[in-house]
């Protein structure tokens, strides 16, 4: 099983700064197929992500991802208020699908 | 507009049973592999189980192996899991989610997921 470790945890940041939250794998992740997902206080994950970079329909281009093999990056670069949320990375390079423990981005 | 509409879930005492649906529309529901994904309360996410379109091939959690029970009806659009010998760590919210994967080295049991549905809570607990 691929273990997904996000950090960091809790990111505190102010509307209008640039986010950077990290994924790493345990081992490398085939195809590079990593996903990122947001998700709100009592509402569904929504898929931001997919291929490590390819934003999904409708995504804004201040979202952004990067990385390859085991380190994945998700870039926010310029924070509105509704970006604060928490994320996960999801790994489906494997047919056991894991996801990272997430990271809480709280306004500061 | 693709939708995804859980259903079936509640309250189930230890070693009980339950079956959850998910109602799809607004797509071609056999062209696409579907997955169960669940959160236990203030947790993060899980996955739980995969199917192909077709429905003849799965794959499971550890955590649920044996005990849970994929499975699809592609002329009523449905999918459903069938959950045994609940254990009070299975109460959770379940996702029902559509895969999602491009490029190469795609096949059904490696999926993102685009969309997902609403989510039904199942507690199980005396």
């Known amino acids: 099983e691929i273990v997904l470790t996000q950090s960091p945890g809790t990111l505190s940041l102010s509307p209008g700064e640039r986010a950077t939250l990290s994924c790493r794998a345990s081992?490398?992740?085939?195809?590079?197929?990593l996903a990122w997902y947001q998700q709100k206080p009592g509402q569904a994950p929504r898929l931001l992500i997919s291929?490590?970079?390819s934003r999904a329909t409708g995504i804004p281009d201040r979202f952004s991802g990067s990385g390859s093999g085991t380190d994945f990056t998700l870039t926010i670069s310029r924070l509105e208020p509704e970006d604060f949320a928490v994320y996960y990375c999801?790994?489906?390079?494997?047919?056991?699908?894991?996801f990272g423990q997430g990271t809480r981005l709280e306004i500061k | 507009e693709v939708q995804l509409l859980e259903s079936g879930g509640g309250l189930v005492q230890p070693g009980g049973s339950l079956r959850l649906s998910c109602a799809a529309s607004g797509f071609t529901f056999s062209s696409y592999a579907m997955s169960w994904v669940r959160q236990a309360p203030g947790k993060g996410l899980e996955w739980v189980s995969v199917?192909?379109?077709?429905?003849?091939?799965?794959y499971y959690a550890d955590s649920v192996k044996g005990r849970f029970t994929i499975s699809r009806d592609n002329s009523k659009n449905t999918l459903y899991v069938q959950m045994n010998s609940l254990r009070a760590e299975d109460t959770a919210v379940y996702y029902c989610?559509?895969?999602?994967?491009?490029?190469?080295?795609?096949?059904?049991?490696?999926?993102?997921?685009?969309?997902w549905g609403r989510g039904t809570l199942v507690t199980v607990s005396s």
């Open positions: 999801q790994q489906y390079g494997s047919s056991l699908i894991t």
């Open positions: 291929g490590a970079s």
């Open positions: 199917i192909s379109g077709s429905g003849d091939s799965t």
């Open positions: 081992q490398s992740v085939s195809s590079n197929f």
């Open positions: 989610a559509k895969g999602v994967c491009s490029g190469g080295g795609c096949y059904f049991g490696r999926n993102c997921f685009d969309p």
